[in-house]
């Protein structure tokens, strides 16, 4: 008995089940198709924990990792809800999306670490975005993967001799 190799593990989202992934090699694209787990009755509230009911619902396309030549998109239905406790509002996505997300998380890292070893405008030889949204994407990585940085003991001093020169000191 042969194992056959499988891509779900690669899209596997809890909570989540792929309904079906489609191909087309004329535009090198793939297509993952998502679905919320029928067996999850609710939705519950980030806040107080109380079943959330559905207010509206939207078809998402959203941006991730390439595998190998082909582009991937997974395209599902995000739907709003609200909590009836405590009002609050919330979208439901996949982990690892931002409700307003373009691409998946794992794909900005992907971006950010290519950051590290290539110019930002190169990286769109190898990604399908822009060279401005792998700035972005690579900001906004640092920006929560890196330390804030320490200020303490920092003075700044100007120059008796030229009143133009200022330095730091640490």
């Known amino acids: 008995m042969s194992a056959t190799p499988s891509l779900r593990p690669m899209f596997a989202f809890p909570g989540w089940v792929i309904e079906r992934i489609d191909i087309d090699w004329n535009i090198k694209h793939a297509f993952v198709h998502l679905r919320r787990d029928g067996r999850i009755q609710h939705v519950r509230c980030s806040k107080c924990e109380t079943p959330m009911g559905q207010m509206k619902t939207n078809d998402r396309s959203v941006q991730d990792l390439p595998l190998g030549t082909l ?23 996949p982990p690892g ?68 020169v200022m330095g730091i000191i640490f």
């Not at 599902?76 to 979208?91: W, Y």
């Not at 399908?128 to 972005?136: E, F, K, L, V, Y």
């Open 71 to 93: 582009q991937v998109n997974l395209l599902f239905t995000a739907f709003q809800g609200r909590c009836s406790r405590c009002g609050n509002i919330e979208t439901v996505t």
């Open 97 to 164: 999306l931002a409700p307003k997300a373009q691409a998946t998380e794992r794909l900005k890292r992907h971006v950010s670490h290519l950051c590290r070893y290539m110019p930002c405008d190169k990286v769109p030889e190898f990604i399908a975005i822009s060279g401005g949204t792998a700035r972005r994407w690579d900001k906004e990585m640092l920006m929560k993967m890196l330390p804030a940085p320490k200020r303490d003991g920092i003075r700044a001093f100007l120059s008796m001799k030229n009143p133009l």
